[in-house]
Antibody, heavy 124, light 112 residues
Framework: EVQLVESGGGLVQPGRSLRLSCAAS????????MHWVRQAPGKGLEWVSG????????GYADSVKGRFTISRDNAKNSLYLQMNSLRAEDTALYYC?????????????????WGQGTMVTVSS | QSVLTQPPSVSGAPGQRVTISCTGS?????????VHWYQQLPGTAPKLLIY???NRPSGVPDRFSGSKSGTSASLAITGLQAEDEADYYC????????????FGTGTKVTVL
């Protein structure tokens, strides 16, 4: 079964850091680009960051650029999101999502597999 | 804020047809980037419903269909069923500024 399981969320104070993890199984992880997408409570979806299969291409939403760092370890079938200088507006459910297309991924790709998400709450 | 605009809500009786619009601009849908649609049932993760403007993944009923024209796209649900009550999001890519994937504002479908 194809599966993505996120972990690492929690309550953190503004200005602090948190590292999210996503464990993949049921598919050849290093064949696909991967993404993080977040959803604030009661709000819509927002793409956060994406990384190609070999980490050669990385992108970030303007809202997190310079504060968040995406990475992956293909040997461990894992995706990560290092979140620094957290703000109240970063409070959201963070989803890990698999790129649909085989290879480096393209701007036309959909996200075909999603995890259940891990909640991040930034509050003092 | 999202650059793809959807109506906040649509509703219909069981068996009816409803459509959801997704309006973009020349830097996203109008630039030729594909549009994808996701269904999010209450309390669950989004699920890919339509990819590449009009293609259904395996297992998605043919009651769901997608189309794209110019700077807009649409999702149609025919033969509306109670289990279709959910939030629906369109998604594409926007090449303005640094470029990024973008989602629509979301539409709540209510089955009357």
């Amino acid at each position: 079964e194809v599966q993505l399981v996120e972990s690492g969320g929690g309550l953190v104070q503004p200005g602090r850091s948190l590292r999210l993890s996503c464990a993949a199984s049921g598919f050849t992880f290093d064949d696909y680009a991967m993404h993080w997408v977040r959803q604030a409570p009661g709000k819509g979806l927002e793409w956060v960051s994406g990384i190609s299969w070999n980490s050669g291409s990385i992108g970030y939403a303007d809202s997190v650029k310079g504060r968040f760092t995406i990475s992956r370890d293909n040997a461990k079938n894992s995706l990560y999101l290092q979140m620094n200088s957290l703000r109240a507006e970063d409070t959201a459910l963070y989803y890990c999502a698999k790129d649909q297309a085989y290879g480096s991924g393209s701007r036309n790709d959909a996200f075909d597999i999603w995890g259940q998400g891990t909640m991040v709450t930034v509050s003092s | 804020q999202s650059v793809l605009t959807q109506p906040p809500s649509v509703s219909g009786a069981p068996g009816q047809r409803v459509t959801i619009s997704c309006t973009g601009s020349s830097s996203n849908i109008g630039a030729g980037y594909d549009v994808h649609w996701y269904q999010q049932l209450p309390g669950t993760a989004p699920k890919l419903l339509i990819y590449g403007n009009s293609n259904r993944p395996s297992g998605v009923p043919d009651r769901f269909s997608g189309s794209k024209s110019g700077t807009s796209a649409s999702l149609a649900i025919t033969g509306l069923q109670a289990e279709d009550e959910a939030d629906y999001y369109c998604q594409s890519y926007d090449s303005s500024l640094s470029g990024c994937y973008v989602f629509g504002t979301g539409t709540k479908v209510t089955v009357l």
